[in-house]
């Protein structure tokens, strides 16, 4: 059973080019976060979707950034126009329905770090 | 505003003694409560969790008591082993929109367990 898959691990990319980032969460999850860690913080919440709704972005920056989940294939984070501040380490989560019996919370991708040059 | 919050930046301990990191909590909505470890380049892996009904949970080394009138809980390892070196991370946990939860994260601490 494979875990969160997030590609690519690494991705340059020069100021005003977009980067996509792909997010595929564990089976039987059907809850998607992304998380973004700027260099010396912590993790910050972006984005919450489940498949084919966003159902809390209170976390992306208004301009620029966007996140799907479509009926078929990955989760996507994509941020046009990039610029240096962009740079960090974007994590995946997913998880499956709530359970009240036993909550392990997210299991999480092993990130994309994003340079921009 | 920080929700949750790790004032600890950095803690070093000698292997086999104690480790103790703290967190604090603003949001009195939080009923759960878990610990991530984090190593360089590799995401968050779930370590420990707590809900508000309890005030101790443990997991072999691993402890995590909760305090609720203060909103502070912390995480005990004992003993301490150099592979345990890594950025721990607290979080709290509510529910939000939608039927899943959402994981409000504080900053991490990172441990230094010197051999």
């Known amino acids: 059973n494979a875990g969160v898959m997030q590609n690519p691990r690494h991705l340059v990319r020069r100021r005003g080019q977009e980067a996509r980032l792909r997010c595929s969460p564990m089976?039987?999850?059907?809850?998607v976060y992304w998380y973004r860690q700027l260099p010396e913080e912590g993790l910050k919440f972006m984005v919450y979707?489940?498949?084919?709704?966003?159902?809390?972005e209170s976390g992306m920056p208004k301009e620029r950034f966007s996140a799907e989940f479509p009926k078929e294939g990955p989760s996507i984070l994509r941020i046009q126009q990039v610029v240096r501040g962009d740079s960090a380490a974007y994590f995946c989560?997913?998880?499956?329905?709530?359970?009240?019996?036993?909550?392990?919370?997210?299991?999480f991708g092993s990130g994309t770090r994003l340079t921009v040059v | 505003d920080q929700q949750v919050k790790q004032n600890s930046p950095s803690l070093s301990v000698q292997e086999g003694r104690i480790s103790i990191l703290n967190c604090d909590y603003t949001?009195?909505?939080?009923?759960?409560f878990l610990w991530y470890k984090k190593y360089p380049a590799e995401g968050p892996t779930f370590l420990i969790s707590?809900?508000?009904?309890?005030d101790k949970n443990e997991d072999g080394r691993f402890t995590v008591f909760l305090n609720k009138s203060a909103k502070h809980l912390s995480l005990h390892i004992v003993p301490s082993q150099p592979g345990d070196s890594a950025v721990y991370f607290c979080?709290?946990?509510?529910?939000?929109?939608?039927?899943?939860?959402?994981?409000?994260f504080g900053s991490g601490t990172q441990l230094t367990v010197l051999p």
């Open positions: 949001n009195s909505m939080f009923d759960y």
């Open positions: 989560a997913s998880s499956p329905f709530w359970d009240n019996r036993n909550y392990y919370g997210y299991t």
């Open positions: 979707l489940q498949k084919e709704n966003i159902i809390d």
């Open positions: 979080a709290a946990s509510g529910f939000m929109a939608g039927s899943a939860r959402q994981l409000t």
């Open positions: 707590i809900s508000s009904i309890k």
């Open positions: 089976k039987g999850h059907s809850h």
